[in-house]
């Protein structure tokens, strides 16, 4: 059976942190699905729907990578796409608390759904999708941490 | 006299975490004052009465437990109610660092307050009010993270 | 040449924790350019400009330290006003793994940019500008937290 | 019933930080045992009966503080003492994580063994058994550390 | 090609904790190769010969664990084997921290070998290694900590 | 009046790490003393003089950085050459909880003694000098984690 892993998050934006994560995931998955987190309430900096297609257009050789969307609960998502892995990338100890709570509320919801985590590579670990936005709002130069051009 | 502890919070929701550390305290003071602060500023996603309600239906049968809300200063609350203690739990290394910050203002704030520290079970570590209320806002199935029914 | 070091933040308010840092690091460079850094669409509990007077009246005496607002990215003020040093307080693990990424992002930004930290002295290590701002708003007493009378 | 608690500790020495656990605590609890743990195999720097005498000078005036020595797990000499918690200091996150599994385990070993925490006030909170030792194997002055004279 | 995580550790002793992580793994990885590491200058506390086989006792249903022992450095024997994964537990931020400096060096040695990682289950995150041979050495009951009958 | 900084540890070896921290503090201090904690008492792995001149090879063409070893007390090794400031760098929380302790016992056995913090870089923040012992003891190359030739 095909090994699916989802990569949730809300991507505000997608950061080279977060494709170094799935690129070396592709080696253990067989196909990984990033699903961008949204809620009609809450307002992003970055349009979900311009997200998706930055993010679809990084990864458009790559045909075990999926790129989507959803508004329920990640666990009901995962459970509806077959994914029994949930992907995580940990850069330092505030994410590692942060992520095991969330890890066990999913697998408490979703019996099995287990979350694998890779620890983002040193290069990319300063990087935040919050000090991106940051940046860019003051007119920064934010190329060198996205993967695609805004 | 009496030892009465203050456990105070935002409780929305109190969570079975809050319940385990209340539980196990009852074996060091003589009362316990779970305490509800609000704020007539900040919007609450569980009302604060309903929450006081649902806090007291759980320890009913606790002569020695009493349930509260109030919108002074922590260390205000707990000198008005002859409370030397504060008690409160601790899940990991992100609570630690927070607490240990309000801790000593309280302590400065009234001298002698006291703050207790229980390490929440293992088997309730990662419930936080927070993400019960991501859950029930997905209308997902919080009931086996709290000790009363909603 | 002049050692300048700018120490940032948004210093709502400034507390004796940062005037700490500040008369420390006198020893170590020049000049010290203690700014205000605001964003007119966030809302601050105290005025910008009220603060800027306040941290002023403190230093008056000091000819080597400078009080400015800013309200560019922090990299681009340092390099306008030639600061090659940042200079930041640590106070506990959660600051260390915020300021990290901040600093690396900093220099990152502006090559060369320098972050110098300072651990907080032990008494002042719980006041953070967040607590203070809380008890203020309830009425508490906060003047043994602030170099300076509001 | 009388409640007693089991400060458990090499104390290799008892320090400052020791001795502000233990005066705090007395108002929790009706008596306090502080039982160094030794271990016939293990060496110490300074010995066991040394620093019990040294321990005990110090609360000579205290009819509700204990010092003994023991040897065994420390579940079980608070078995044997009829104390039905531990009471441990928590300085810093490196403590925390490391407080945590043991108070998990002795828990587990003695059903009902309930580790209290306070946390070490913050003038106390950089002193270590550890430094000591090395302070004092140079020939530095340690008496500011420690609550008795060498 | 079939995927092969290496699952490293003195393991002494191999404990539930370990027993969970692999369990777990075996959904991820094709085979699951768990390597005693040892060193004839350093003393063990359990022989390795003996965990070897205790180990085994625990995994004999499984065609796709297999338990061996090593004494070289990981990254070499990893290679020599064919994993292409590391398999590690986390527990807490300590375990993070050290695990981190661990994975970067054997990705840097062995190009390629990408560390996996995994949350201990909480029920099991406070069982250590240390502790069980501190338990045990005071002749007290550590059958509740280990898959295997000593 | 020169600005000194001892740079201290046990450079056990000296890792390219400690020289990204000693280059990076070359532009905030006059001069840097490199010194060499021993103890004749404590077995190292690469003996005391032959680290002494590794590290004086790297920084021959440096007239304003110093190589020495010193067996007193830090803090007495700092005031006899007039070092107000020590200089550590952090890599993580552990380092941040281990240096705080230790720079809060420097300023008190020598008042006004100062330590200076830099974060390493992240591509050397996985490189401990534990780490390379580990690897070259194992016959492995860490010609790339030290600065100099062995």
């Known amino acids: 059976m095909k090994k699916i892993a989802l990569f ?46 930055k993010i679809s257009s990084c990864f458009a050789n790559y045909g075990n ?28 100890t505030t994410d590692f608390e942060y992520e095991n709570t969330i890890a066990m509320v999913n697998k408490d919801l979703y019996n099995g759904l287990e979350t694998v985590f890779l620890i983002t590579s040193p290069k990319f670990a300063f990087i935040s999708s919050t000090i991106i936005r940051e940046v860019h709002s003051y007119g920064g130069d934010v190329s060198r941490y996205i993967p695609y051009q805004l």
């Not at 170094?20 to 970055?46: C, H, T």
């Not at 459970?79 to 850069?91: C, F, I, S």
């Open 65 to 92: 990578i999926k790129v989507d969307k959803y508004t329920e609960l990640t666990a009901i998502y995962a459970h509806n796409h077959n994914a029994k892995y949930l992907l995580r990338g940990l850069r330092n």
């Open 8 to 53: 949730p998050g809300s991507f505000d934006p997608f950061t080279k942190g977060h494709e170094d994560i799935v690129l070396r995931a592709l080696n253990i998955f067989d196909e990984i699905v990033i699903a961008i987190g949204y809620n009609s309430q809450k307002k992003r900096y970055f349009e979900t729907d311009f997200m998706l297609e």
